[in-house]
T-cell receptor, first 112, second 113 residues
Framework: GEDVEQSLFLSVREGDSSVINCTYT??????LYWYKQEPGAGLQLLTY?????DMKQDQRLTVLLNKKDKHLSLRIADTQTGDSAIYFC????????????FGSGTRLLVRP | NAGVTQTPKFRILKIGQSMTLQCTQD?????MYWYRQDPGMGLKLIYY???????DKGEVPNGYNVSRSTTEDFPLRLELAAPSQTSVYFC????????????FGPGTRLTVT
């Protein structure tokens, strides 16, 4: 079955690194995604990683993928107050790659 | 480009009423989607469309209907609204099946009382 799980809440101090974790169950997933949702807005793609990669870095964002443990993480370096939002992990199954299976989201609060 | 637009932003319905949530995209995307987001939960796919005239059910289609007469528009119809349909509804689009990014609208917050 398809299921994506995330912790609900993370609080960090401004300038620290944030690490948001996600586990998924579908080993056939082709892409894994991180979406960001700011208050009152829709979701916006932050970054993604193809399932044959272990790591992807994009400016302050680092995505790590452990396929054996089906574990995905998003690290935000030098976290800013503007990073406060809900972060959703999502996977796309191989047999229907355009459908996204979302986790319940992790609310990141950045304290000044 | 306006991207994906949704109307209305907010709506309160009485039990048994009907309404249509509008969604329009101006990116000439073939694929369009409707999701609902319940409090503290991830998004669940209601219906999707791979092109004009073609629609299919997602995970939670009961109580909803869709149509896709044009590439741009993908309205979601609620018939006989129930309290269980209280949620935030998001419309999204993507270019085609190889496009990894879905573009989301700002959402419609619906309350059924």
């Amino acid at each position: 079955g398809e299921d994506v799980e995330q912790s609900l809440f993370l609080s960090v101090r401004e300038g620290d690194s944030s690490v948001i974790n996600c586990t998924y169950t579908d080993s056939s997933s082709t892409y894994l995604y991180w979406y960001k949702q700011e208050p009152g807005a829709g979701l916006q793609l932050l970054t993604y990683i193809f399932s044959n990669m272990d790591m992807k870095q994009d400016q302050r964002l680092t995505v790590l993928l452990n396929k054996k443990d089906k574990h995905l993480s998003l690290r935000i370096a030098d976290t800013q107050t503007g990073d406060s939002a809900i972060y959703f992990c999502a996977e796309s199954p191989m047999d229907s790659s355009y459908k996204l299976i979302f986790g319940s989201g992790t609310r990141l609060l950045v304290r000044p | 480009n306006a991207g994906v637009t949704q109307t209305p932003k907010f709506r309160i319905l009485k039990i048994g009423q009907s309404m249509t949530l509008q969604c329009t995209q101006d990116m000439n995307h073939n694929y369009m989607y409707w999701y609902r987001q319940d409090p503290g939960m991830g998004l669940k796919l209601i219906y999707y469309s791979v092109g004009a005239g073609i629609t299919d059910k997602g995970e939670v289609p009961n109580g909803y209907n869709v149509s896709r007469s044009t590439t741009e528009d993908f309205p979601l119809r609620l018939e006989l609204a129930a309290p269980s349909q209280t949620s935030v509804y998001f419309c999204a689009s993507s270019r085609d099946r190889s496009d990894y990014e879905q573009y989301f609208g700002p959402g419609t917050r619906l309350t059924v009382t």
